[in-house]
């Protein structure tokens, strides 16, 4: 609900704009921080669930493809239906309906194939309500904070994701050892009742723009011109069908972002998903030096996404360009891992691909935004990570595991393969970022321009 705007000079509302907004950013970032732990639990429970119920690896996998099926579709199909609603609400409520999911996924496991059936169910369904977090996290951040300082506040939010995945181990044994005594179900109940009290606290802090509060737009309290995007939405009155056509489906800038999303997904969870395989059976390693890479990766994939934003934000917002920087140091890295002979060397070039794969994962997002209207950023965003988890995450698991086993695609053949694969992805999703950049720098100068003009006529 928007309130009119308070009587008041902008430097006094810009004073009254922290408090509602860090409440609005923690409901986001705890929100999404908390789906992690009702998503990774599964991980977590495989061989608990392997030797408590004889299930097959056949089997957990068809309860992961379930989820990441309905994820990808509701990342544009149900982020289509929450443009132009208070996103802060989506997130908790989307919260709110996969904790009952897993609670009930909790309650209904077992060795039958009834309970088999219900698991896939109840697991696609909570991968459809968790499909609405970071789209609506991005729509609701965006319309709290300045184009200056937009990146820095998104990046710190994409950490949330990573303190989830991280934590969510410590919360599903938890929850098994010091409730059920350490029968399997407690990684999902536990974690549920978690979500759905995060959910419903969620629904009562803070709001989805400034606008709620009376505090008007942030364009008005940080003296920023409105973009030409969001001007067009206003001045035509457009509707939510138009504003998707225009500025989503015959979006030019959209299609190449879900493109280069497409292969930076192959990157990314190329290097997530064999690190600790590679790093035992082909380097050498033991696993538990082979897990280590893991951890690095992921340390510094924690550190990479707080920074790269506020990098981007240092030179006035060219997430294209910065993201061509980091995907260039991946290029060059990925040479180091794939022949690391030290432990050392093995571990220090997997902190450092974790550090600039995620420049490029959250800046892609951020560059998104730039192009659409606040009215079309969930959609906007969605469509990428639709396009990112049915083809690229698919190829990543799938699709490299083959040409590692030996099963030539394009050609190449086992790990040598898979690595020609992770190389020829990023070179293509640098290319594809290098087009983004200069379509960027043209706005930024067009937006000066008007700007100029604005101050000019004023």
Known sequence: ?????????????????????????LV???????MYFIRKNFNIAQNDLISD????????????????ITYGIGKTALNYWCDGKNSKNILPLGLL??????LGFGLVMGPSMGSFYMMIGLYALSGLFQSVGGSNSYSTITKWTSKKNRGTFLGMWNISHNIGGAGAAGVALFGANYFFDGNVAGMFIVPAIIAIVVAFIGFFMGSDSPEAYGLGTAEELFEEPVSEEDKAVSENKMSKLEIFKKYVLFNKVIWLLCFANVFLYVVRIGIDQWSTVYGYEVLGFDKETAISGFTMFETGAL????????????????????????????IATLGFYQHADTIFAYQASLFALGFLVFGPQLLIGVAAVGFVPKQGIAVADGIKGTFAYLIGDSFAKLGLGLIADGTPIFGQTGWSGTFVALDTAAIICCSIMA????????????EKKEKKLAEANA
């Open 303 to 330: 550190i990479g996404t707080c920074l790269w934003g506020f990098f981007s934000d240092l030179i006035n917002g060219r997430r294209g360009l910065v993201a061509c920087v980091a995907l260039l140091g991946v």
């Open 28 to 34: 986001v970032f705890v929100s999404y921080m908390v």
């Open 1 to 25: 609900m928007r309130k009119p705007t308070l009587d008041l000079p902008v430097s006094e509302r810009k004073k009254m704009w922290f408090g509602p907004f860090i409440r609005s950013y």
């Open 97 to 102: 309906l996969s904790g009952f999911c897993m």
């Open 435 to 446: 087009v983004v950049a200069i379509l960027e720098e043209r706005k930024i100068h067009r």
């Open 53 to 68: 119920y004889g299930m097959t690896m056949t089997q957990l996998g068809t309860i992961g493809l379930g989820f990441s």
